[in-house]
């Protein structure tokens, strides 16, 4: 039974008053005054979690480990993101794309993309910008999502500027309705029992990997990707659908 729901939440600015992180908060907070269950949430961003460039060694798909570890906080986020039920990515808009701070975050993370390391994880995308390239961002995000095998429930998209500008325009108050919606969708998870449904893409990944690492299962003792799959039992299914109405089951309120 669940009677708390934790939420990880990054978004990938480093300004002090971003206006994705101000999103976030509202979301979260609207989460909270809709569901019955307890509400925790951890926020971080490029103002206050230092993450080093990826370098490119691979140890993290062969060894598990990433070398990097000892030198910045992405031991701490992961490890949140472990207990997280929820998790929330958001990122401005950087021509068309990410944020370099929040890119430094998805590659050093990459090797989760493997195995679907954040399966049974409900996730959340914030996009914003001061005028378009939106759907870049979140279309990226989300697919990062899908490949660590967290279920989208939600995508918000919106035009900020700065923080002036999202006060003046009532920016915040006209997204509640979609705020809500996502809210009532977490809310049916965990209360009422509704088993959240995969995408295409999380379907065909999964059975990509599956004939994979069954086929690499010699190598389970050298390659912790292999490792990781097989221990995680997800070759008993068939389909990604039967892993999450399998971890969902039991999650009921």
């Given at each position: 039974?669940?009677?708390?729901?934790?939420?990880?939440v990054?978004?990938?600015?480093?300004?002090?008053?971003?206006?994705?992180?101000?999103?976030?908060?509202?979301?979260?907070?609207?989460?909270?005054?809709?569901t019955?269950?307890?509400?925790?949430?951890?926020?971080?961003?490029?103002s206050?979690?230092?993450?080093?460039?990826?370098?490119?060694?691979?140890?993290?798909?062969?060894?598990g480990?990433?070398?990097?570890?000892?030198?910045?906080?992405?031991?701490?986020?992961?490890?949140?993101?472990?207990?997280?039920?929820?998790?929330?990515?958001?990122?401005?808009?950087?021509?068309?794309?990410?944020?370099?701070?929040?890119?430094?975050?998805?590659?050093?993370?990459?090797?989760?993309?493997?195995?679907?390391?954040?399966?049974?994880?409900?996730?959340?995308?914030?996009?914003?910008?001061?005028?378009?390239?939106?759907?870049?961002?979140?279309?990226?995000?989300?697919?990062?999502?899908?490949?660590?095998?967290?279920?989208?429930?939600?995508v918000?998209?919106a035009?900020?500027?700065?923080?002036?500008y999202?006060?003046?325009?009532?920016?915040?108050?006209?997204?509640q309705?979609?705020?809500?919606?996502?809210?009532?969708?977490?809310?049916?998870?965990?209360?009422?029992?509704?088993?959240?449904?995969?995408?295409?893409?999380?379907?065909?990944?999964?059975?990509?990997?599956?004939s994979?690492?069954?086929?690499?299962?010699?190598y389970?003792?050298?390659?912790?990707?292999?490792?990781?799959?097989?221990?995680?039992?997800?070759?008993?299914?068939e389909?990604?659908?039967?892993?999450?109405?399998?971890?969902f089951?039991?999650?009921?309120?």
């Amino acid at each position: 039974m669940k009677n708390i729901i934790k939420i990880f939440v990054y978004t990938g600015s480093c300004n002090k008053h971003s206006t994705t992180a101000i999103l976030a908060e509202r979301l979260v907070k609207t989460i909270q005054e809709t569901t019955k269950l307890r509400v925790s949430a951890d926020y971080f961003s490029g103002s206050n979690a230092h993450i080093e460039e990826c370098v490119g060694c691979t140890q993290c798909f062969m060894k598990g480990k990433c070398t990097l570890d000892v030198r910045d906080d992405l031991p701490v986020l992961r490890k949140k993101m472990m207990e997280a039920d929820c998790i929330i990515l958001g990122s401005p808009v950087y021509f068309h794309s990410v944020s370099g701070n929040m890119k430094k975050y998805m590659d050093r993370l990459s090797y989760w993309t493997h195995v679907m390391e954040l399966t049974g994880k409900l996730g959340v995308v914030i996009s914003t910008s001061g005028g378009n390239g939106m759907r870049f961002v979140s279309d990226y995000l989300k697919k990062f999502m899908d490949y660590l095998g967290i279920i989208n429930v939600g995508v918000v998209e919106a035009v900020t500027y700065n923080e002036d500008y999202l006060k003046s325009q009532g920016v915040v108050e006209k997204l509640q309705p979609e705020f809500l919606s996502i809210a009532e969708k977490i809310r049916g998870i965990y209360e009422e029992g509704v088993i959240p449904e995969p995408d295409d893409l999380q379907r065909a990944v999964f059975k990509m990997n599956n004939s994979r690492y069954k086929e690499m299962e010699k190598y389970r003792e050298d390659i912790a990707e292999v490792r990781n799959w097989l221990d995680k039992g997800f070759t008993d299914f068939e389909s990604y659908d039967e892993v999450i109405a399998d971890l969902f089951k039991e999650d009921v309120c």
